[in-house]
């Protein structure tokens, strides 16, 4: 039997980009493979072992009644369970159900609605079971998720910030777009991806969700100088992590 | 996978075999095949990835929102999306690319092509005709054809990061253009990265052909975009081996979306016809005239026709097309002007109430988007027709004609076809709307 710690990979409503970060690990991929025990990655192997798995990385959002029950059986297997991702910390961009009526979106979509099961919202992780650790982002940053992996190997915790993209794009040299007029969400956004939208010249659309403790009130007041209406804070607050608690509750207070 | 024998109510013996994983495949889904004396009578592709809504997410969005939020439909094939997206935005705003800015976006393209088919070739598909459980189980005897696809589908990537900024979900797209052209020193560290792996390609695609391919073919009507002068991206008239050939516009008038209760994507036939192909082998089929020379050369040194219709050799196909991409890119890239960022970066894109259509290759078939705006750009409906969707009644279709010779085998021997047979044509089952689960049913 091998000692190394065995590795699950779990998918639930999702695009598989947060996975899918593991295989764009070229060069670290065959490493890794070696490190950890592969117990179980679908998109990656036919190899499936049965559990209990030493680390559970779980992508996606919870939006059925199979998967709220599923995730409690993969909670059950795994000593420590990762979410990640913002689907599986936010609830991801299907979570804009929770400020809609569901029963419409599905009438939108599809002419037999009926067929489906479906839940009225979708949720993080967090809101079904305990989870030991969360790594943001839409998609999660690749060096991130090795860091992640490589302090469990270790037995220490990840390195990873929970100050502003504001941090990183000083440390890039961005000139701040937000003081050339463009609104942006880096101010109150979870560092992690490393700046990248101030760096194309594009204000940051706070796909790796809040950082700890935004001042949400006195960036929207700042958006509002540069000429932002209401609908239009609402809607840049509710995208890939519509549903996290920072970024909903400021949304909520430019509603109509 | 279990098997366990019930009455079933029939009184005769019913075999079910369950198969809890579809593994190497984007997405979740199930199959379900049931044998009744002897014979097929059902074989579904059951797909119950939960439904994510995204036509309905859309209504109220602004068009500039829309290639980002359209991108998060699927992880392996963003750019897909996002370029259907903004071809649709631009023609309900009458406005056309050209110049640099249209070869930029096919170098994008050329990135997601070469990364997601090195994904699949190497990671998902080849290991089927290895009877090796994954690609990383290659790296033993099949070490070289391993690296080769990692390097490859590293350097597809470092196509979309300099781009776009990252591999996954990129930012840089917008109606109009880009946010960012990438600088002069990039573009020519991107052309050394690009010719570094060329030959890879090459090699991959020759190891591709010695693979041991059953004698399989099937009888497909292709539909992929064709375009008057290039291998098609972007653009082109929908056609077809049957005859058709289409404005993307009027998709309707030739093809129908239909709702089966057993899965949640939506399905989609040919009017009056049925079921179609999109993906490698319809535009291969289509479009190998569009090949320059040598790649055409190397196609039949690699033991293919001018039309394939064996979907197992669909690895060699998709070999075909890095080759392609990678030669492509490399063309793209010096004929780009030295002088690109001194330029707009994107062309200004008026809103007015209207309606627009956009259709381009996706790695896995053409990925066709309809909006409706109002007059302020935002989204009043939304209609996104994804591959893999497209293509469920062919693969239910294949599977029968996969299981059928095979029924006096067991499960087992049934299920490995069955699986392999969903893998040529890669489903990306997240686009549609997750793990296999067989269930074969004998009376």
Redesign the interface.
Known sequence: MSTRPRLAVWKFASCDGCQLSLLECEDELLALAQAVEIARFAEATSTVLPGPYDVSLVEGSITTEHDARRILEVRAQSRVLVAIGACATAGGIQALRNFGDVNAFAAAVYPSPQFLATLATATPISAHVPVDLELRGCPVDKEQLLELIAALLAGRRPAVAGYSVCIECKRRANVCIAVQGTPCLGPATHAGCGAICPAFRRGCYGCFGPMETPNMPALTAQWQQAGMTPGAIRQALRMFTAAAPEFAAESERHDD | MTTSDDDGGSGAARRSIRV?????????GALDLEIDGGRLTAARLRIY?????????L????HL?TP??TA?????C?VAYQMSSVHAIEDAFGVRIGGPLRALRRLLYCGEWIESHA?HIV?LHA?DFLGL????AM?RDHGDALRDG??L??AG?EILRVL??????P??V?PGGF??LPRRAERAALAETIAAVRDRAWRLARWTATLPVPEFERPYEFVALRHPDEYPFNEGRLISSGGLDLDIADFDAAFEE??A?HS?A?HARLRGRGAYLVGPLARYALNFDRLPGAIQNLARECGLGTVCRNPFRSIVVRAIEIVYACEEALRILAALPDDLESGA?FVPVAPRAAVGTGCTEAPRGFCWHRYEFAEDGSIL?ARIVPPTSQNQATIEEDLRAVAEPLLDRDDETIRIHCERSIRNHDPCI?CST??LRLAVRRS
């Open positions: 809890d994983a579809l593994t190497r495949v984007e997405g979740e990835e939960p439904p994510r809504f995204f036509e309905a997410l209504r109220g969005r602004s929102e980002d939020i998060r439909i699927c992880g392996i963003p994904l990671l290991p459980p994954d690609g990383i790296a990692l390097a589908k590293k990537n776009g900024g990252r591999e996954i979900h930012v840089s917008r946010h960012r239909f709702q209760p949640t939506l970066a409906t997240s997750h793990f």
